[in-house]
């Protein structure tokens, strides 16, 4: 059952629901996040957050205390590209570097009504090389994203291997969205259940990033990528999201593409619940799982899920 305080997400979206014909600009869009996304998540303390310019991208040094220097979490906020930001996810981001025990850098890119595609995914490649030509090892990097996020994630990768750069060694993804197409059964099977993503508003979101892009592109719909010699990921969905059915299609996809993959199904939860990391239990649970499975990959000692959890929060 799900807790008392991880119903402040669903409430989030029922709101974001009722609010839609309120919310008619796009400068709207992002201060209703700005508000209202941002207090879903508890301070992780203990951590600092230095602004920087990732070669001319805005982007965010997240450091916890302790954390190990070398190692890094490069992560790409969701929003649906109609909102999020380095300010909307830097605790989130806080509480997932916190457990696993470095640093992260949290980067912007424009969102749709700034520019379309492929501008989002350019921001990410050039915010990866003002990291690496800062001499961190890529095998000390995992890549992390939520929703939206997990586009430029795949973006990422797949011009690396293109330009036969070195990847890093491991991928971790909340709610992944990796289907513009939209084929998954969950968009009806969870309609009732989900109060904001119903397909025809994740249409919306899809013709407001690409316009008449095609929407089979593996750089924008991973689900069609060629996946072959990508790290492990490790992807965590909400059981009654819309978008569930992505996250369980693309884990198939990726086994049998020979990656290592993982794919951890909340019951009860909705859309990025981890954004109530500090707040839910469920929350961080799954950033302790998370922590938990990427030390190892980046060099850290092995520390159990629950361990990982206890320090998050």
């Known amino acids: 059952m799900a807790s008392i305080q991880s119903e402040a997400n669903r409430n989030h979206y029922a709101a974001i629901a009722a ?13 209703y996040n700005d508000t209202h996304w941002t207090a879903l998540t508890g301070e992780p303390g203990g951590v600092d957050y230095v602004e920087v310019d990732a070669g001319g991208v805005p982007a965010m040094w997240i450091v916890p205390k302790g954390a190990d220097e070398e190692r890094v979490l490069f992560y790409a906020h969701g929003g649906g590209f109609v909102g999020g930001s380095i300010y909307t996810h830097r605790k989130l981001v806080g509480h997932l570097a916190k457990a696993a025990g470095c640093r992260a850098l949290l980067y912007n890119y424009p969102l749709a009504h700034q520019a379309k595609h492929p501008a989002q995914l350019n921001a990410a490649m050039t915010a990866w090389t003002w990291l690496t030509d800062r001499g961190f090892d890529t095998s000390h990097i995992a890549l992390a994203g939520d929703s939206c996020g997990a586009m430029l994630t795949y973006g990422v990768l797949q011009r690396l291997r293109a330009e036969g750069r070195p990847l890093p060694v491991a991928t971790l993804i909340i709610s992944g969205w990796f289907d513009m197409a939209l084929t998954g059964a969950s968009y009806e099977t969870n309609r009732d259940k989900d109060p904001a993503f119903a397909k025809a508003a994740v249409d919306w979101l899809v013709t407001n990033f690409i316009g008449d892009g095609d929407r089979l592109a593996p ?7 060629d996946l072959r010699g990508f790290p492990p990921v490790f992807l965590q969905a909400g059981a009654d999201e819309t978008l569930v059915d992505e996250s369980r299609m693309f884990a198939e996809r990726a086994r049998l593409a020979g990656v290592e993959t993982r794919l951890d199904v909340f019951d009860g939860m909705l859309h990025s619940f981890q954004m109530m990391a500090g707040k839910a239990p469920e929350a961080d649970d799954a950033i302790g799982r998370f922590a938990a499975w990427v030390r190892p990959r980046l060099g850290l000692p092995a520390v159990s899920d629950k361990v990982a959890g206890d320090r998050a929060a």
């Not at 609010?19 to 201060?31: E, H, M, R, V, Y």
């Not at 750089?219 to 990528?225: F, G, I, K, P, R």
């Open 19 to 31: 609010n839609a014909g309120k919310l008619t600009s796009p400068q709207a869009i992002i201060d």
């Open 219 to 225: 750089e924008v719909s991973a689900l069609y990528a």
